[in-house]
């Protein structure tokens, strides 16, 4: 089993932490109820983001622990390539998006983010959500979190920022939810009698919960150092406050709840193909 391979660079803010997956289980379409939430899709920057997490998702064949299982890496290429499309991912997002919100009036939220202040947030957590991908400027940041004092405003601000949405917790929380879900998927293809148990697999994966809360964590302060350099305390400020107030509080819950949903769906749909091209090119035994 690949170790948090749904993790580091994918792990976001609270704007990017939902981001994204494909839901290719359900094959869902969007409702009507997913049009009000398409002003907040558009307001948040996730068409772009989106573009960044599938490529991301398609480099990801150098992270997985190939060896010499006899399996062509055309044929990795190829089934990321499938998962890990913009179009499918982003509509997966709107109708998960649209679900975690119903009920919600979106207006204030999206009002919030078409202020300069919004625009300049979205911005500048696009920008740093690119530059962590490479890992020379996700050192420097993490470099850059390391240097500022516990007790400096902007280090108090960041820790702030980082409760109120309680962004390691729930990113952790996801993290073992999407990896028990590639084990399920990897199970789907093999010998029901060899996999192991539900107890098992749980057991294993919380046996690395604080190698992944240490590493979500790291990521996390980092991210949010390099993100929000640009803004003054002043507008950092301004910012938690929203994360603090009931629109804020709901935005979280829906871009957690969301990604919780479509990434486990990938997840899954990772696991199985894993699986099967083990079967298909060299018959090993899952």
């Given at each position: 089993m690949p170790k948090h391979l749904s993790l580091l660079k994918i792990v976001l803010s609270v704007l990017m932490a939902a981001l994204l997956a494909v839901s290719l289980a359900r094959g869902a379409k969007a409702e009507p109820t997913a049009q009000p939430v398409d002003a907040l899709i558009e307001a948040l920057r996730m068409p772009e983001i989106v573009?960044?997490?599938a490529n991301e998702g398609r480099a990801m064949i150098d992270d997985l622990d190939r060896d010499d299982d006899g399996i062509p890496r055309s044929a990795w290429v190829n089934m990321l390539a499938d998962l890990y499309r913009s179009d499918v991912m982003l509509e997966a997002?709107?109708?998960?998006m649209a679900k975690a919100l119903d009920g919600v009036d979106v207006a204030p939220i999206v009002t919030f983010f078409e202020t300069d202040l919004g625009r300049t947030i979205a911005q500048v957590e696009l920008d740093a959500r690119i530059a962590m991908g490479d890992e020379g400027m996700e050192d420097v940041a993490a470099q850059a979190w390391a240097e500022l004092p516990a007790d400096s405003p902007r280090a108090l601000l960041i820790e702030d920022y980082v409760a109120a949405n309680d962004l390691v917790e729930m990113n952790v929380v996801g993290a073992m939810n999407a990896d028990y879900a590639y084990m399920i998927g990897l199970g789907q293809t093999g010998d029901a009698e060899a996999m192991p148990s539900d107890e098992d697999i749980l057991r294993e994966i919380w046996s690395y919960e604080p190698e992944v809360r240490a590493d979500v964590s790291e990521w996390i302060y980092s991210y949010s150092t390099l993100a929000y350099e640009s803004l003054s305390d002043d507008e950092f400020a301004q910012y938690i406050a929203f994360s603090k107030s009931a629109e804020g509080s709901k935005l979280n819950y829906a871009l957690f709840a969301t990604f919780?949903?479509?990434?486990?769906?990938?997840?899954?749909?990772?696991?199985?193909?894993?699986?099967?091209?083990?079967?298909v090119f060299s018959g090993q035994e899952l």
């Open positions: 573009d960044v997490l997002f709107r109708v998960e919780d949903a479509v990434y486990s769906d990938l997840s899954r749909a990772l696991g199985a193909g894993t699986g099967q091209l083990m079967q």
